[in-house]
């Protein structure tokens, strides 16, 4: 069955919303008054916005230097656009999106991420991961994904903790206190031991859950990692490092749109293929949770290979140098897939069976 790609006009919508909402973000800065700075940080320049506050002067991180950037920056400064006025153009970009079928958050959804997004969440290097980044890729790869592989109520919510206290600033506000902001209901669930804190907040009757994560490197170890610019604490999981080491930032269709970061396509659906092993051999919940991994890199691999050769090679190499265990688990996946998609990815590992790689 051939890709059901959005046409021409539509995706030229989506491109035009995401550099309005790049450029919108940078601002809200300039309307503050202040002005851009750049920092050296262990030889690297990183963009900052410094503003006084109250006789201080504030630095809010805006990234890391690029050309990118810096033509982000001076695009905000020269396009000095009416916020109502853009406002309404979103909306109205949003909406035809959604009348051609792009993918849409309930708006339970669109509310929290737009509220955790407006305090800074994304600006700082957290990164949406799950399904909920998964239902942002269609407009972001210009193509119709499969609505039932990307259906759910949980949040998850990704963040390198030395990107957490490297980048020297933080959320206005705690995670738990923007939940409550967005639906009092919200309760924290604790640990054993509750003065461990937690990473994890959900609604009555399962209706949403969100949850703070960051990557395990080294021996296994569930103790909660401190995320200072979050205000919180995230729960380390294996194989985490590898799925937001490459971000790029979309466009989620609430409201007047709302700038989010999101893993790289081709990392996501690689890192799939070794989460569903991972659910298989711990048994973590049932089949079917493995089962939807292997349809979300499925529908992923299927436009990537097209479009983005390139960088799912490269995402895919990466996977498999980083050792026998996770080599074993990405070719064993590879008989979920459709047999084009597995003939590829066994050819760019040299033809290797899982048996002959462990």
């Keep these: 069955m051939p890709l059901s790609r959005f046409d021409v006009s539509t995706q030229a919508i989506y491109s035009q919303l995401l550099d309005r909402l790049r450029t919108a973000s940078l601002q809200a800065f300039i309307q503050d008054g202040g002005s851009f700075i750049t920092k050296e940080v262990r030889g690297r320049n990183y963009w900052y916005h410094a ?3 109250g006789g201080r002067s504030r630095h809010r991180y805006l990234g890391p230097d690029s050309e990118a950037l810096r ?16 406002r309404r153009r979103n909306r109205t970009s949003v909406r035809m999106l959604g009348e051609a079928g792009y993918t849409r958050p309930d708006a339970l959804t669109g509310r929290l991420i737009e509220r955790l997004a407006n305090a800074g969440a994304f600006r700082l290097r957290c990164v949406l991961v799950g399904t909920h980044a998964f239902r942002c890729y269609d407009g972001l790869l210009g193509v119709h994904l499969s609505e039932a592989a990307g259906v759910t109520g949980d949040i998850d919510l990704a963040q390198f903790r030395t990107v957490s206290i490297a980048v020297d600033d933080r959320m206005e506000k705690p995670i738990e206190a923007l939940l409550k902001e967005i639906d009092a209901r919200f309760e924290a669930v604790l640990r054993l031991d509750a003065r461990a804190g937690t990473a994890e907040w959900r609604l009555p009757g399962d209706e949403m859950k969100l949850e703070l994560l960051c990557p395990l490197v080294g021996p296994d170890d569930d103790s909660l990692q401190e995320l200072p ?3 919180g604490r995230g729960k380390p999981l294996r194989f985490l490092d590898y799925l937001i080491y490459e971000t790029e930032q979309v466009a989620l269709l609430w409201d007047a749109g709302v700038l989010v970061r999101v893993p790289t396509p081709s990392r996501y659906a ?17 089949t079917s949770k493995a089962r939807k991994d292997l349809e979300q890199a499925d529908a992923l691999f299927e436009v990537l290979l097209i479009d983005r050769r390139g960088e799912v090679e490269g995402c895919w190499l ?3 140098e980083r050792g026998p265990k996770w080599r074993a688990a990405a070719l064993q996946a590879l008989a979920g897939l459709r047999p084009s998609t597995a003939q590829d990815l ?8 899982p048996a002959s790689s462990a």
């Design 270 to 286: 690689c890192h799939k293929l070794i989460v569903s092993q991972r659910r298989i051999e711990l048994k973590l919940g049932d």
């Design 346 to 353: 066994t050819r760019w590992a040299g033809g290797a069976t």
């Design 318 to 320: 990466e996977m498999l």
């Design 71 to 86: 033509q982000q920056i001076e695009q905000s400064r020269a396009e000095q656009e009416d916020y109502r006025a853009l």
């Design 229 to 231: 610019a979050l205000h």
């Design 51 to 53: 503003v006084k506050e």
